[in-house]
């Protein structure tokens, strides 16, 4: 079984910085690829940032781009990542969930991602 826990989420103004951890423990080997999703009330969840598992390649949610990062501990091989937001708007306000697939190459489908966390709450206020 894995087991996926995001951390960090909380309430901020308009224009702060937070960052959000996830860490995946469990029967999970190799360079998986590690993703970062939200779902603010009342709408679907959308992809925002993955990570591949092998050469560390990105992609990111437009409308995050330039305002967001995401990384991976590398010296604990893929079981940490994190998501670095900055110059945070109230339209940014969701939950933030932690995805996992099995394979190293990224995707912006959640259905294709294995894992989950159970998210953590990030309030931007104006």
């Known amino acids: 079984q894995v087991q996926v826990v995001e951390s960090g989420g909380r309430l901020v103004q308009a224009g702060g910085s937070l960052r959000l951890s996830c860490e995946v423990s469990?029967?999970?080997?190799?360079?998986?690829?590690m993703a970062w999703f939200r779902q603010a009330q009342g709408t679907e969840r959308e992809f925002v940032a993955a990570i591949g598992g092998s050469e560390g390649n990105t992609n990111y949610l437009d409308s995050v781009r330039g305002r967001f990062i995401i990384s991976r501990d590398t010296t604990k091989a893929g079981d940490l990542a994190y998501l670095q937001m900055n110059s945070l708007k109230p339209e940014d306000t969701a939950v933030y969930y932690c995805?996992?697939?099995?394979?190293?190459?990224?995707?912006?489908?959640?259905?294709?991602?294995?894992?989950w966390g159970q998210g953590t709450q990030v309030t931007v206020s104006s």
């Open positions: 469990g029967r999970i080997r190799g360079l998986y690829a």
């Open positions: 995805a996992v697939r099995y394979v190293s190459y990224i995707s912006t489908n959640a259905e294709q991602y294995n894992f």
